[in-house]
């Protein structure tokens, strides 16, 4: 089965930054790519998309002009661009796969990788 792998969470201080990065053994290129997060017993969360040609992004009013979404293409890699960390920010956080970012229903999304943890703490 496909998967994305997530790497770059680690434990971090309020106000620092940390930079998430999504990859695959397949071809991202040419699907939509949602970064989400989870708590432990809350549904999952999207916080951003990209399009393929990175003309449409999309994020959460929680994350507006504190995270940057991004990609490169031709390393098949889709970047998460976390600034001025918050403690609320703490979570899991996985990217997957779509046709578009119109909708923000995990169920719409596929490839789901394990995620990587993100603590921000003091």
């Known amino acids: 089965q496909s998967q994305v792998v997530e790497s770059g969470g680690g434990l971090v201080q309020p106000g620092e930054s940390l930079r998430l990065s999504c990859t695959a053994s397949?071809?991202?290129?040419?699907?939509?790519i949602g970064w989400f997060r989870q708590d432990p017993g809350k549904e999952r969360k999207r916080v951003s998309c990209?399009?393929?040609?990175?003309?449409?992004?999309k994020y959460a009013d929680s994350v507006k002009g504190r995270f940057a979404i991004s990609r490169d293409n031709t390393e098949n890699t889709v970047y998460l661009q976390m600034n001025a960390l918050k403690p609320e920010d703490s979570a899991v956080y996985h990217c997957?796969?779509?046709?578009?970012?119109?909708?923000?229903?995990?169920?719409?999304?596929?490839?789901w990788g394990q995620g990587t943890r993100v603590t921000v703490s003091s």
């Open positions: 997957a796969a779509s046709v578009g970012c119109a909708t923000d229903d995990p169920a719409d999304f596929h490839a």
């Open positions: 397949f071809d991202l290129t040419r699907a939509s």
């Open positions: 990209i399009s393929p040609t990175s003309d449409h992004k």
